[in-house]
């Protein structure tokens, strides 16, 4: 059997995603799959400039056509932009997770429901962006991740009139379609949100004419207005630190839930509010608590793909390079799929300190004869990559290395720490 190139075998989803598009076209300076390559490339390794990283692409790489005029107009352009969305959309729609990693795996409640966690981050400006009244602001991005599959996507960047958009403004802009992300008509989508997303006047909007429903945190000066309470089955364990279920109005005339929860472990007590009204309280914690997988990913652009400022000064090129960072990232859970399946290599060290903490945790509860939702004390798939997987890919991925050395070198390395 041929011993494959490991980078033809990382890059193969999104060849394969590129091929699909109907926005590709060929180009005699930089082509498309060039393209492609060289921002897989910039968002893998560090480069302290962008001049240092086309010096780099030039004189080691041989991308001899490439200049710092054409790079720089490749990542303004509306129709690169389109087709890294749709190769990005082609990674989403291709992408087969594997079943036991969904943490809502036997949740039949949820069956009819995409849930979706949602959220804005930020980063440097860009060198050459322009002042605002003196100032400049950092770029704000909106991502989405399936909380089921953990794939993510970017849904669009702040676009400021003035000196800056807020996340709500932008979701108005957008609309309750867009936050269906693809899903089908009679599919049901929960978005996830931190409390910038608090407006209950759109929420019954995008609820009616699209179906999407939203999950986040009571903000402490709501003066949200109880009129009464939601019967739940208190003996149930998905419901275990649920201490009430409430109808709440508020001054916009609109009736929502609010559930209040309080941990087990720390004793600190969370309100949340939503319109799903036919699930189970607990189950409704536990998705606010799988939402802050999407934290994770943003430590990992920070941290592990050397997202710091923006590339370029377009929203363009901003959106260009948040769509790379979508795109390095699901190639690598495709390729941690790849390695369980057919390999049967996990990360061994991260699952064990996983464990560790769940046996402490369940330990101290038992000692004060407390219960906790049964979801919370499985060991799960982690969300953070280890820098030694990370680091693994970035080296051999710029070499001509096969996929056997990769995994020889890689079963090790998910075993136990260097």
């Known amino acids: 059997m041929e011993d494959k190139i490991f980078k033809n075998v990382f890059l193969a989803p999104a060849i394969a995603a590129y091929e699909k598009s109907e926005t590709k076209r060929k180009s005699k300076i930089i082509s498309d799959c060039d393209f492609l390559e060289m921002g897989i490339k910039r968002v893998m390794s560090y480069y302290a400039s962008g001049r240092n990283f086309i010096q780099v692409m030039i004189d080691k790489f041989n991308f001899k056509t490439l200049t710092v005029d054409n790079f720089f107009k490749s990542l303004s352009s509306k129709r690169r932009l389109k087709l890294l969305k749709e190769i990005n959309e082609n990674i989403v729609k291709d992408y087969v997770p594997i079943e036991h990693n969904n943490p809502f795996k036997d949740k ?10 949602a959220d804005g981050h930020f980063h440097k400006h860009a060198s050459h962006e322009k002042k605002i009244e003196g100032k400049n602001y950092p770029v704000g991005h ?11 996507q970017h849904l669009d960047v702040l676009r400021p009139e003035n ?19 693809g899903e089908p008509l009679g599919k049901k989508v929960i978005i996830v949100y931190d409390k910038a997303i608090v407006d209950f006047q759109e929420w019954h909007k995008w609820k009616q004419s699209k179906g999407v429903y939203v ?10 207005i109880s009129c009464g309470d939601f019967e739940f089955d208190k003996s149930d364990p998905v419901n275990a630190g649920v201490t009430s279920d409430q109808q709440v109005g508020h001054s916009h005339g609109r009736m929502i ?13 969370y309100k949340f509010i939503t319109n799903i009204l036919n699930v189970a309280p607990g189950l409704i914690a536990y998705i606010y608590k799988v939402r802050w997988n999407i934290e994770k990913t943003f430590q990992q652009f920070k941290t592990n793909y050397h997202e710091k400022k ?3 000064t377009s929203d363009e090129a901003k959106s260009i390079q948040a769509i790379f960072l979508c795109i390095v990232y699901n190639l690598m859970l495709i390729l941690e799929d790849k390695v369980e399946l057919e390999e049967n290599i996990v990360d061994q060290k991260i699952r064990e300190k996983q464990k560790k ?3 402490q945790n369940t330990e101290i509860l038992k000692k004060k004869n407390l219960k906790i939702n049964p979801m919370i004390l499985t ?14 890919i970035e080296i051999v991925f710029n070499d001509l290395t096969s996929w056997s050395t990769f995994i020889a070198k890689l079963r090790p390395r998910m075993e136990c720490y260097l």
């Open 215 to 224: 999950l986040t945190r009571e903000k402490s000066n709501m003066q949200l």
């Open 142 to 152: 909106i991502y989405v991740t399936n909380l089921r599959t953990t794939i993510v």
């Open 310 to 312: 923006a590339w370029a």
């Open 379 to 392: 060991v799960k798939k982690s969300l953070m990559r280890s820098c030694q997987f990370i680091r693994l």
């Open 163 to 181: 000196k800056k958009e807020s996340e709500i403004h932008a979701l108005k802009r957008l609309g309750g379609q867009a936050l269906r992300m």
């Open 108 to 117: 039949v409640e949820l069956d009819g429901y995409a849930l979706y966690a």
């Open 357 to 359: 903490r769940i046996e």
């Open 257 to 269: 839930r609010r559930i209040i929860y309080t941990d087990p472990l720390s004793g600190k007590e």
